[in-house]
């Protein structure tokens, strides 16, 4: 047939001619779903449900992939059964006809503080914790403690730079330890040194009880006084890392009381050099006797008398720390002379470690000296005169 009639055929079938029986075009694989036909119309969706209040949630199914490759006769049946596993946050089921019950009221109904709170953000929980508003620059600016108060439930770490609710420093802990202790005590006023001393005799007539082990008796009971003539002078306790006495070959196989005896008579010395980087380094020297027989002997370093050879042993990297009496801390050296004991105080400790763990494989020992003698002398007319007036200065 021609275009022409054709186009004739179409016209009569639209109009409800004889000749309506028109053949469809083949259906492609491409476009099976299009027809070409007269009689093709336009579909109208309608969907009066209403729009859905939560965001879509993705259907889960457990579906084996196999099924889509391996053939069997149950194939179809499998499909019709696939398991309906359903994800565990799927929301709540809404039912269409009743979708006035999920509908957010205009006025809400108010929270309770507890939940209120857990809404607010950090900088306004802060602000309310300080008493302010949320438009409180301060508060904002100031970090939240409330995450670290696991951290915090410790009296031994510092608060650092979170200023609230913290925890305690241990020297802060001790002082209000030491506060509270005195909280009950009657104010005193500020005794002199003598009323101090004469009240500490008053003390000592009374009997003398063992603070925990009450069966004890007092055998001998000698009078605890300053010891005027030390106390001009400085004195410090030092803590070794390791003993003094290991790694010198003068002292192995010496038995004990020969080693206390030399560690007696040992000197530790401040020294500084200046390193490669032009940087001062200060540690202290021990220098222990060179001969230790002699040195076992009475009044091995007499007064004004001759020199004595002693060894360079090595070399310590010290750290200074100074103990607080009022704050519990502090220790005395006692003295114990036939009728009394005295004592000088030990606030300054010098926690000594060895330098060659500090050197970083340097070699540490390049500036020992090639020889180290030691003499003792009285002292000159400076220093005696800086010695009294020290002492006068103690006394008064």
């Known amino acids: 047939k021609s275009s022409k009639d054709k186009a004739k055929e179409r016209k009569s079938a639209s109009k409800g001619g004889k000749s309506a029986s028109v053949t469809a075009a083949p259906v492609t694989e491409e476009n099976r779903l299009k027809r070409e036909t007269a009689f093709l119309c336009h579909m109208q969706f309608k969907n009066d449900l209403p729009a859905v209040p939560l ?87 100031r970090p939240d403690a409330s995450d670290a108060l696991w951290l915090m439930n410790t009296q031994y770490i510092s608060g650092g730079t979170i200023k609230a609710r913290t925890g305690l420093s241990e020297k802060e802990m001790k002082r209000r330890k030491v506060e509270a202790s005195r909280a009950g005590e009657a104010p005193e006023r500020e005794l002199s040194q003598v009323e101090q001393i004469e009240r500490s005799f008053e003390m000592a007539k009374k009997p003398l009880v063992h603070p925990t082990k009450k069966g004890l008796t007092v055998v001998e009971v000698l009078p605890v006084l300053p010891d005027f003539e030390r106390m001009p002078l400085d004195y410090v306790r030092m803590l070794f890392d390791e003993k003094q006495e290991l790694d010198v070959p003068s002292l192995q196989g010496k038995p004990r009381d020969v080693v206390d005896k030399v560690l007696d008579l040992g000197l530790v010395k401040p020294f500084s050099i200046v390193n490669d980087d032009n940087q001062t380094e200060r540690f202290l020297s021990l220098m222990l006797p060179h001969d230790v027989d002699a040195a076992t002997k009475e009044d091995y370093l007499p007064l004004d008398g001759d020199e004595k050879p002693y060894d360079y042993v090595r070399e310590y990297v010290y750290k200074i720390q100074q103990d607080d009496p009022a704050m519990g801390g502090g220790n005395m050296c006692f003295f114990f002379k036939k009728e009394r004991v005295t004592y000088v105080d030990l606030h300054t400790k010098l926690t000594l470690s060895k330098k060659t763990k500090h050197s970083k494989g340097k070699n540490s020992m390049e500036h020992v000296p090639v020889s180290v003698r030691l003499k003792r002398r009285r002292l000159n007319d400076e220093e005696q005169a800086a010695f009294d007036a020290k002492k006068a200065s103690v006394m008064a």
């Open 55 to 141: 965001d879509w949630k993705m259907l889960q199914t457990r579906v084996d992939r196999r099924t889509f490759t391996d053939y069997s006769h149950l194939s179809l049946y499998d499909g019709l059964r696939k398991r309906g596993d359903f994800s565990d946050d799927l929301g709540i089921p809404l039912d269409p006809a009743l979708m006035r019950a999920y509908r957010v009221p205009a006025q809400r109904a108010t929270l309770d503080p507890e939940d209120h709170d857990i809404l607010l953000d950090a900088s306004e929980r802060e602000s309310k914790r300080a008493g302010g508003t949320a438009t409180d620059t301060r508060a904002a600016s």
